[in-house]
């Protein structure tokens, strides 16, 4: 066999290792050794032998009195060092210029900031009628779809003074009292996105958003898709819909999100 041929193959021992570490990664914190076999589907014997190495090895470590397992420290530090590595608006960009390919839509990424949300990049659809997205356009709350996936993840504490702030505008006929927004942003996080239409920043813009997590499943970016009004599919099974959903997802998990 050629080294070439062989390294296609991969290792198959370190590939069934792997799939009990990331099994007591999606587990409960402490496992026991029939648990882990159940979920990793192998039988319990093979799984421990896999365990007595993993041990040694420090990605796993079990407790003594209970005999259940969870992962060591040097797969804290793995973690650590990962994360550390991780540039999430570097990802970011990447994310928004897929989907502008995938849908070709103008897409904007969005983080928080001390004044809140604000446009870090956008890319530009291959089409002649295009939305453009000026690069550090601060967002309100309640009249961008970016701000209103920040403020439907976001802790309640730090969105209601703001909330408050721009409800004294009436910028937004429908959203008259705090319970007006409630119900909006209850079914932003039921939906998983924050579309926008009327009574947007812009006339004639239409928008959608959803919210990317980070490892501590909290919010740290928004994903948006911003269209000419009656040009883009806003519908909920829509194409524009499912692939910002996924985009978002997808970049979730890569930063380290398990929601």
Not at 37 to 43: E, F, N, R, S, T
Not at 180 to 205: Q, T
Not at 209 to 235: C, H, Q, R, W
Request: proline share 4%.
């Amino acid at each position: 066999m050629s080294e070439e041929t062989d390294g296609k193959h991969g290792v198959q021992s370190l590939e069934i290792g792997m799939n009990i570490v990331r099994t007591m990664v999606t587990g409960q914190r402490y496992m026991m050794l029939r648990d882990i076999a159940l979920a990793a589907d192998m039988p319990a014997s093979k799984v421990h032998r896999y365990l007595v190495s993993l041990i040694r090895s420090g990605v796993v470590e079990q407790d003594l009195q209970t005999s259940r397992y969870t992962l060591g420290p040097f797969a804290l530090n793995m973690g650590l060092v990962a994360l550390d590595r991780l540039d999430r608006v570097r990802l970011g960009l990447a994310a928004i210029s897929e989907l502008r390919d995938a849908i070709n839509e103008t897409i904007a990424l969005a983080v928080w900031s001390e004044t809140g949300p604000v446009i870090v990049r956008w890319e530009r659809p291959r089409r002649a009628i295009t939305v453009n997205v000026m690069t550090g356009t601060s967002l309100k709350l309640l009249t961008s779809a970016a701000g209103r996936v920040f403020a439907a993840w976001l802790p309640k504490t730090l969105m209601d003074p703001l909330i408050s702030n721009e409800l004294k505008t009436k910028a937004i006929p429908d959203l008259k009292t705090k319970a007006d927004v409630e119900a909006m942003l209850s079914k932003v996080r039921s939906d998983g996105v924050a579309p926008i239409s009327s009574n947007y920043m812009f006339s004639g813009v239409e928008a959608v958003s959803a919210p990317v997590f980070n490892f501590k499943n909290e919010i740290t970016m928004a994903l948006s898709v911003v269209g000419v009004a009656g040009m883009i599919d806003m519908n909920e099974n829509s194409p524009v819909i499912t692939e910002l959903k996924r985009a978002a997802q997808q970049l979730s998990e890569r930063l380290g999100s398990a929601r």
